[in-house]
């Protein structure tokens, strides 16, 4: 039987006060962006003009656009702006300092779990816009979602990882950022955390850092083959490694949840639906393809666990056939034959 580890009582209040805080930041960092660039007047021809400077969300160029001549109705345009960007500032700062101060309780609990580098990388892909629209965790990474929306730890030596896979949506429609320009590609992201991640390859989809820490970016393979879908996001960015059966996860449900960095500060988690992991890892572990018998032994074990925290832990997500109808039957099957209690609910 897979060993969970309970979360304590004050563990999981920590937890809870991390998600509160986590949510209320993230609202206000959103808030705070809807105000970027800044209202001025401008004097022309003897009128004063309330103007707004931007930076144009395409090219990047500084931008200015005319509001209209003053009046009661820019006045009070301008009045507001500068109201409401203050007030959203202060509230930023105010949340700031208290996530930090929830990061130190975190800490102290021993709350955090995900690696500090994956940590930062999925912050920024949520910032971004990305997560949890375009691009999802896959592999080891995604146990940390599955473990803090139950509750309980797994063991530490079947989550340890030296990279992050990253699941790519192919056929998802990009969505733009708070203030309307495309989302950074993920090269970019990776950079913006780690200047040290680089592409291993011109045509890779795979970046590294200095460290050895590598950041996989994956899709499910096209059906048909020569359909055309979308690669990465951008010029220059990794280019997704098409991974055969993978269609079985990405259809899946998603699932999402908020777990606790190393660092303490929380990490928002979008993820395929913990039933999904389970099945698609058993899957991969017994089937006899010349694979590292290694990773595939990992691969069961991890299999085992996750559906011992689906079944024990969230009840809301029942291991029946309906729920799995992106699976094939054969592979559903077989994750209900022998004497493994785990998947007896099926």
């Not at 005319?66 to 345009?77: F, N």
């Not at 409401?84 to 130190?104: N, T, V, Y």
């Not at 816009?129 to 030596?157: P, S």
């Not at 950041?215 to 083959?225: G, Q, R, S, T």
């Amino acid at each position: 039987m897979p060993e969970l580890i309970p979360m304590t009582a004050n563990q999981r209040r920590m937890l809870v006060d991390t998600r509160q805080v986590w949510d209320a930041w993230r609202a206000a960092w959103r808030r705070r962006a809807g105000y970027a660039g800044s209202l001025s007047w401008k004097e022309e021809k003897g009128s004063d003009y309330l103007v707004k400077v931007f930076d144009d969300p395409g090219t990047k160029v500084r931008k200015m656009r005319s509001l209209g001549p003053r009046s009661p109705e820019t006045e009070r345009t301008y009045e507001e702006f500068r109201a409401g960007k203050e007030e959203a500032k202060e509230r930023l700062e105010s949340l700031s300092r208290r996530l930090s101060e929830q990061a130190r309780l975190n800490r102290a609990v021993d709350l955090g779990r995900v690696p500090t580098i994956a940590s930062k990388i999925l912050r920024r892909l949520d910032r971004e816009g990305l997560l949890g629209h375009n691009v999802y965790v896959a592999g080891t990474n995604a146990i940390y979602a599955y473990e803090a929306a139950a509750g309980v730890f797994v063991r530490t030596d079947l989550l340890a990882t030296g990279d992050l896979d990253i699941l790519m949506e192919a056929r998802a429609k990009l969505r733009l950022t708070v203030t309307g320009e495309e989302p950074a590609s993920v090269i970019d992201v990776l950079r913006s955390v780690d200047r040290s991640f680089k592409k291993a390859g011109e045509a890779s989809f795979r970046a590294v850092n200095r460290d050895g820490y590598y950041v996989d970016l994956i899709k499910a393979a096209a059906n048909p083959p020569w359909r055309d879908e979308r690669e990465g996001f951008g010029e220059g960015d990794l280019l997704a490694s098409s991974i055969v059966n993978m269609k079985w996860v990405a259809n899946a449900p998603k699932f999402e949840a908020v777990a606790v960095g190393e660092d303490g500060q929380p990490v928002p988690m979008a993820c395929p639906d913990p039933r999904a992991f389970a099945l698609y890892k058993l899957w991969l572990g017994t089937k006899d393809d010349g694979r590292d018998p290694v990773k595939r032994a990992r691969d069961v074990e991890q299999a085992h666990t996750v559906a011992a925290i689906v079944t024990q832990h969230l009840p809301q997500l029942p291991f029946e056939p309906e729920h799995l109808k992106c699976f094939p039957k054969p592979v559903v099957d077989f994750a209900s034959e022998g004497d493994d209690p785990f998947f007896k609910p099926f």
